[in-house]
């Protein structure tokens, strides 16, 4: 069974520090994704990571894959009070190579940005 | 493009109730994926289709629980009987390539 674990699964900050996300999964998997999440909606995609050593950025967010180490990381640059949200990263349970499949989620980190 | 719309939004229901979950994906896409939110579980897989055949329905909770989709641009999620644990937040997402596009959601409440 494909177990995916967070870290942290509650995290507060200030504006303008650095952090990161790590993102541990269980079983061998080339596609990574990060979702983000705000209270009462659905989820947005941040990023997909498929191969190993991917790195994406997206404005303060930066993604990262190490698929030897069944790790990914969410790094956060300056953070500022909008990306205050909750994070999830999810794998698939098993990466055809051609297609799609379903999703294993983590349990999602809960991120509050203060002022 | 208008994006996964699913229907109802909101759904408040009692117990032993028949329940129906809507949704249609974005045009185009050929996977279909049904996830259930709670707090306790989180987000959790229930069923998926590929060209509207199902592929694997492993988390589907119970026989209560079945999903169908006709055409390639409407999926239903219906529970029946419903029981006060099915309460959740049921998403509907779809995708072609790697992504997978989520829905709204449908918030459903069983008393």
């Known amino acids: 069974e494909l177990k995916v674990e967070q870290n942290p699964l509650f995290l507060s900050m200030q504006e303008g520090k650095n952090y990161t996300i790590y993102c541990n999964y269980s079983?061998?998997?080339?596609?990574l994704y990060w979702y983000r999440q705000d209270p009462g909606k659905s989820l947005e995609s941040l990023f997909v990571?498929?191969?190993?050593?991917a790195v994406k950025q997206e404005g303060r967010l930066m993604a990262s894959l190490d698929t030897k180490a069944r790790l990914s990381t969410l790094h956060i640059t300056a953070a500022v009070h909008d990306l205050s949200a909750t994070y999830f990263c999810a794998v698939d349970l098993m990466y055809s190579g051609g297609g799609a499949d379903g999703l294993t989620f983590g349990k999602g980190t809960h991120l509050i940005i203060q002022p | 493009d208008a994006g996964v719309i699913q229907s109802p939004r909101h759904e408040v229901t009692e117990m032993g109730q028949e329940v129906t979950l809507r949704c249609k994906p974005i045009?185009?896409?050929?996977?279909l994926f049904w996830y259930r939110q709670t707090m306790m579980r989180g987000l959790e897989l229930l069923i998926y289709?590929?060209?509207?055949?199902?592929?694997?329905d492993s988390g589907m909770p119970e026989d209560r629980f079945s999903a169908k989709m006709p055409n390639a641009s409407f999926s239903t999620l219906k529970i029946q009987p419903s029981e006060p644990r099915d309460s959740a937040v049921y998403f509907c997402?779809?995708?072609?390539?790697?992504?997978?596009?989520f829905g709204p959601g449908t918030r459903l409440t069983v008393l």
């Open positions: 997402a779809s995708s072609i390539w790697n992504t997978q596009y």
């Open positions: 990571l498929l191969s190993n050593g």
């Open positions: 289709f590929n060209n509207n055949v199902p592929i694997d």
């Open positions: 045009s185009g896409h050929d996977y």
């Open positions: 079983t061998t998997s080339d596609r």
